[in-house]
């Protein structure tokens, strides 16, 4: 599907009238379906279980790094403050027992297409202990050489080498933290970061070969005017990034302690909040960036536009990811992998992460097998939040079923999204409008079955 020369359009009546709360679709069904009733016996089935058929499939692996040295009031990650680096050697002893362990039980390939390092803080990490958790992956697993090998960056915490080091051990994708220039805004995060540091770790990346630098901004937070993030969207531009993440700060001071330090009456108000995310995308969109979906943009010429261009975009819980054949495999505290049709979470905290290790099991949490209705509603929300179009034969081809008596209920749905113009829709299949892009969740949501079975029951973000 070419979409080189089509553009969201910002609706604001149209974005006021859905501005609901919904889940981000980084899964289906979503994290919070999760329960205790799947456990480590149940990631050890699945494994082992990869069919002859899937013995060749590739893996893609997620390491989350939990620590910081300091903390950025907005953020809503698990992490752990703390100025003692002497508590991340004892956690990559922990991530390279983690890491034996699933390969004691893992069937099929070991080789891995992508990798992301997450967190936190993946830099909180010394030079010596990046090669020395690079060389333990390396002992349980087989990094391709054409793969995708990706770290989140805190350009405040960088050293002189690191991006060098990091490009060696094969890394090739960056993605860095910015949030905002403006320094206002800056001092009301507790997040002091300059543009000078900012433009060396780009620039260093650049000069290591890394294949592409995403930027990651948040529009919603406190003092940020139209104006300021203005001005913050022209330094990001200077520095051209393949890539650049605009994510809306949900602010839910009841569920994420830091918030708290946040003064709401300092917060855009809702009409200037709007104002900032319209001027965003006109200001990225004139600069030649296309729209992927969701809080996404991309270069025409990155992999991530590529992959949408020759529909093999995907969504995982690192959000837009080109590698749709991956069985995820989540490492570390909290980490979220995904074998198969399941997914499997592993504990929260780090003594629960340790105990569980030390008594030589599999640190799992919770999880959730899907069943055949929910593989369903995964693939075809999967083609909307991706490809912004759904086309019916397709799922009853794949499924074996007649789509209008199977989702009866969610075409009248739709029928009215479609009256309000967020899509188009005829018997072939629908589109999502230029006007309806910026809302794509309102329309997954439709096909949500466990949203509309637990209607309320989860506190989600705005959609926008």
Sequence with gaps: MNRDDQKPVFDPQLIRRFDVSGPRYTSYPTADRFHERFTAPDLMRLLGARSSAETGKPLSLYFHIPFCDTVCFYCACNKYVTKDHSQARTYLSYLDREMALVSSHL???RKVAQMH???????????D???ALCASIRSHFELVADGEYSIEIDPRRIKPGVIELLGREGFNRLSVGVQDFDPLVQKAVNRIQSFAETAQVVADARA???????LDLIYGLPLQT????????????ELAPDRLALYNYAHLPTHFMPQRRISEADLPSPEGKLEILGLAIEKLTEAGYLFIGMDHFAKPDDELAI????????????????????????????????????YSQNEKTLEGYYAALDQGRLPVVRG????EDDRQRYAIIQAL???????????????????AERFAVELAELAELAEAGLCEMDAGGLRITESGRMLVRVIAMVFDRHLRERRGAQRYSKVI
């Design 117 to 127: 390092w997450g967190g936190g803080t993946p830099t909180f990490l010394a030079a």
């Design 385 to 403: 939040m991706c490809d912004f179009a759904l086309t019916f034969a397709a799922v009853e081809k794949a499924w074996g079923i007649r789509f």
């Design 368 to 371: 959730y097998e899907m069943d």
């Design 129 to 131: 202990e990046i090669s």
């Design 107 to 109: 069937a099929g390939s």
């Design 208 to 214: 290591n070969g890394f294949r592409s630098v995403s």
């Design 307 to 342: 992959a949408q261009r020759e529909g093999q975009l995907y969504r995982n819980f690192q959000g837009y990811s080109t590698h749709s054949g991956c069985d995820l495999l989540g490492f570390g505290v909290s980490a979220i992998g995904q074998p198969g049709a399941a």
């Design 226 to 237: 139209p104006e300021r993030f203005s001005a913050t969207l022209d330094r990001v531009l």
